[in-house]
């Protein structure tokens, strides 16, 4: 639970009276009486404290100004009694607990709801009600001088006990963050006691981050909150989560300026069409193969202003079917190659270009002619080496998903012709 008072969030409202009042006192009693209240700097006035039975007690301290010539102070605490509609005072505020998280003098009950202190502060142990509504309480203080007579005595003072809600964090994502690699800039925070008014920062020693937006799921177990990328800074960050009553949870977050590699996988369409070989038409009856794959793999490991620099790997496939009068022929077309790879940011995080260049193989696989009548010949593969350059444009969507168009300039050395093709592609991929 945690003190949610009435005129002031997490400090006790103020005992002060009027200065004529006070005037009055000091000329009738030449003694100095008390105003009560926090300081203004923000002190909290409470502390958790975990018992040998692992339950969570929270402790809330009220405190108030000393006064002169006090010996000891009497504190009246009562509860608001929903049944009754009453006040009915409060005896168990005093725990055996105490004994184990006070320093100095334990305050002693002296009759119903009247505690004594010799200082000039109690600690008490309140809650709310079961069902997490507020609970009302309210307390007067009575000071007594150093010849044990009543100096004086304020008016009560009321305020509420909220059910408290200690959030926990078990997962934070991404907890790592590259500034040239972020396209999304929220990080999903995973837990316990996540709640609708639970706040989220991002601080470290030198200033505090504020989320442009929180996106809480119904569950209380996960929130995305979204900051502004432009003020992420290099270095150690906490991100926050706190509840009402000052109640937070922690977990690390580090922010650097560039990733050293880059892993891109992607998948994509690409048809293919020759644009210099007569063979193919002629005894394929096409020049054209409308169905194919392109799967790649970029591995970026070196990153300088002028671009990042790495290798590719490429792998395509085509069907090609083709038929005349005479027969008809099916076969599969496919490509390797290992490619030195240059990339280059256009507008960082979120549009890249990037040319290849390299060596590797076509291959004509499971190679068929047919003659009808369910004449066929014996399947056959060949293989020849290739060259290839390529160019793509991507632009990022989210997170690493990029999508990417470009096209691949390949030619291939047979025996007896030399195929140059050219194959668009479009892809969708990740960057790791």
Not at 28 to 38: E, I, V
Request: aromatic share 14%.
């Amino acid at each position: 639970m945690a003190i949610n008072f009435l005129r002031r969030r997490l400090h006790l409202p103020s005992l002060s009276f009027t200065l004529k009042n006070l005037i009055l006192l000091l000329a009738a009693l030449f003694l100095f009486t008390f105003s009560g209240g926090a300081q203004e700097e923000d002190s909290r006035n409470y502390f958790v404290h975990q018992d040998a039975s692992d339950n969570f007690l929270i402790f809330q301290k009220l405190e108030w100004n000393a006064g002169s010539h006090i010996k000891w102070y009497e504190i009246s605490l009562e509860m608001f009694e929903d049944a009754t509609s009453t006040w009915v005072p409060v005896n168990n505020a005093i725990s055996a607990e105490h004994t184990n998280v006070i320093l100095g003098s334990i305050p002693e009950l002296i009759a119903e709801g009247i505690y004594k202190s010799q200082e000039n502060h109690i600690t008490v142990c309140l809650r709310a009600k079961e069902s997490g509504e507020p609970q009302k309480y309210r307390y007067a203080v009575t000071s007594y001088n150093l010849l044990g007579q009543k100096s004086f005595s304020t008016e009560y003072t009321e305020f509420e006990i909220n059910k408290a809600y200690i959030p926990e964090i078990e997962r934070v994502s991404p907890a790592l963050i590259y500034l040239d690699t972020i396209y999304d800039p929220s990080i999903r925070v995973t837990g316990e006691n996540l709640r609708v008014n639970t706040d989220y920062y991002l601080f470290n020693d030198k200033k505090i981050l504020r989320p442009l937006e929180i996106i809480r799921d119904d569950n209380n177990r996960r929130a995305d909150v979204v900051f502004d990328p432009r003020t992420f800074d290099t270095g150690n960050w906490f991100l926050r989560a706190e509840n009402p009553g000052g109640f937070t949870a922690d977990s690390p977050i580090t922010i650097k300026f560039m990733k050293w590699y880059d892993l891109s996988l992607s998948l994509g369409y690409s048809p293919l069409a020759i644009v210099h070989d007569q063979n193919i038409p002629t005894y394929y009856f096409t020049n054209f193969m409308p169905l194919g794959l392109d799967i790649r793999g970029t591995f970026i490991f070196l990153k300088k202003r002028a671009g990042y620099f790495g290798v590719s790997i490429n792998g395509k496939w085509n069907a090609v079917t083709g038929s005349s009068s005479s027969y008809g022929i099916n076969t599969h077309l496919a490509h390797t190659f290992l490619a030195f790879a240059y990339r280059y940011p256009i507008i960082r995080n979120r549009l890249t270009v990037e040319a290849r260049v390299g060596g590797g193989f076509t291959y004509a696989l499971a190679t068929m002619f047919s003659f009808g009548q369910n004449l066929t010949s014996e399947p056959f593969s060949a293989i020849y080496p290739a060259v290839t350059a390529g160019v793509s444009i991507a632009g990022y969507a989210w997170r690493g998903l990029y999508i990417e168009a470009g096209a691949n300039f390949m030619t291939s050395f047979s025996p007896d012709m030399i195929i140059m093709s050219i194959a668009p592609t479009v892809s969708v991929g990740w960057t790791l």
